[in-house]
């Protein structure tokens, strides 16, 4: 597993999928995705 930290130790990425936005956030060994429709 591959682990990008910043100086707040946080990783925020944000992509489109389709017509779907994607965000996905990870902090430590913790992460979730959150996953809207494009409006």
Do not use: T
């Amino acid at each position: 597993m591959d682990f990008y930290l910043n100086n707040d130790a946080l990783l925020l990425s944000d992509w489109i999928v389709g017509n779907y936005y994607v965000i996905c956030l990870g902090f430590h060994q913790i992460n979730s995705c959150v996953i809207e429709k494009k409006s």
